[in-house]
């Protein structure tokens, strides 16, 4: 089967919704109370094990499967310049934590009155230009939508195979 990496996802979600609504289920129903004088046959909850280890089985290899192709696929494929899928998965964190720094540090003042004591006045002076600061980071803001376009349009347009 042929999918995008937006209809893999789903899939998966799909697959992993059923597989816990599965999980649960069985929790629910593979033991049940049944009180003294009851007949043990009434109170009996319908589980059937072998086939509900045979759909957990099915559903694991499917989800084995897909999650395999997905992570080829995010390996063998380029986005931008010589990253891969993957290390723009990797990349986009980091830009959103440098990104994050810098949105504090731009913030700053260069100078700033810092405590009086008596006469004594103390400022606090930022190592660095402020305006620096604020370049780098609509720098980062920029290579994170590029980033983040770059993949939508991956993901919603290139397909691979899952087996």
Not at 49 to 66: G, P, S, V
Not at 144 to 162: G, P, S
């Amino acid at each position: 089967m042929k999918v995008t990496s937006a209809e893999a996802k789903k899939l998966l979600r799909q697959y992993e919704d059923e597989y816990l609504k599965i999980i649960n289920d069985e929790k629910k129903k593979h033991t049940f109370r049944c009180a003294v004088g009851e007949n043990v046959n009434d109170c009996k909850t319908e589980y059937y094990f072998e086939e509900t280890q045979k759909r957990i089985d099915e559903l694991n290899k499917r989800i084995m499967k897909l999650r395999h192709a997905i992570n080829l696929f995010n390996i063998f494929t380029e986005v931008k310049g010589d990253m891969t899928i993957d290390q723009v998965l990797v990349r986009l964190p980091q830009l959103t934590s440098q990104k994050l720094k810098l949105d504090g540090m731009r913030k700053i003042p260069s100078k700033e009155r810092y405590s009086i004591s008596g006469s004594i006045i103390d400022y606090t002076y930022t190592a660095y230009d402020p305006a620096e600061a604020d370049a780098k980071y609509k720098e980062i803001c920029n290579e994170i939508q590029e980033l983040q376009l770059a993949l939508d349009r991956i993901n919603n347009t290139m397909t691979f195979e899952v087996k």
